[in-house]
């Protein structure tokens, strides 16, 4: 079975924190995602990542960065957090080992006060 | 006209209703097709993948309509268990990137 693993379940941070959230994938996937999801508005990519070191912006990049410098972790990085970034996150790997079909783990969620 | 659209839902049902879920996508060089459920709080889970010849797992059915840009899925004898949201995903003609649906809640009722 694939794993992808969110170290961080449950965080409250303050406003102006930096913040890192961790994922880890065990299936030598090539890509990896990070998402957020808030009631009404679906998923939404942040960033995502289809090579070591790569990095490719997504639809909502804006105060978020990412790295990825090793090919099962991808980290997401909030430089300084701020209440509108309350919410929960998801990380995600796909890759030619498992169809390409994409699996997530089990999500982060973040509260910023 | 976004990418990936769905029944906006939400659809009641009663157990053992067959429910039908319907999803277009717009862009025609799209790769791969799938149906995810995600329950309450929790994240996306792989339901199943949705092949052009169009496939059956169970009380579940999937079909690809390459022509309409249409997918659907097709829930039977629905059980309380079936109660969650459901996305249809599919991927960017670059194969690298996933576009998903804004999903479509059921509650399956006793």
């Known amino acids: 079975d694939v794993k992808v693993t969110q170290s961080s379940r449950y965080l409250v941070k303050r406003t102006g924190e930096k913040v890192f959230l961790e994922c880890v994938q065990d299936m030598d996937h090539e890509n990896m995602f990070w998402y957020r999801q808030d009631p009404g508005l679906g998923l939404r990519l942040i960033y995502f990542?289809?090579?070591?070191?790569?990095?490719e912006k997504g639809d909502i990049p804006e105060g978020y960065s990412v790295s990825r410098e090793k090919k099962e972790r991808f980290s997401l990085i909030l430089e300084s957090a701020s209440t509108n970034q309350t919410s929960m996150y998801l990380c995600?790997?796909?890759?030619?080992?498992?169809?390409?079909?994409?699996?997530f783990g089990e999500g982060s969620w973040l509260t910023v006060v | 006209r976004k990418e990936v659209e769905q029944d906006p839902g939400p659809f009641n049902v009663p157990e053992g209703a067959t429910v039908a879920f319907n999803c277009t996508y717009s862009?025609?060089?799209?790769?791969?097709f799938f149906w995810y459920r995600q329950d309450c709080r929790k994240e996306p889970k792989l339901l199943m993948s949705?092949?052009?010849s169009g496939n059956e797992d169970g009380r579940f059915t999937a079909q690809l309509n390459r022509a309409s840009q249409y997918i659907s899925l097709l829930i039977r004898d629905s059980k309380l268990s079936d109660s969650a949201t459901y996305l249809c995903?599919?991927?960017?003609?670059?194969?690298?990137?996933?576009?998903f649906g804004p999903g479509t809640r059921l509650s399956v009722l006793p």
């Open positions: 990542s289809y090579d070591v070191k790569m990095k």
């Open positions: 995600a790997s796909a890759g030619h080992s498992s169809g390409n079909t994409i699996y």
């Open positions: 862009n025609s060089a799209s790769q791969s």
């Open positions: 995903v599919v991927t960017a003609p670059s194969g690298q990137n996933f576009v």
């Open positions: 949705v092949y052009s």
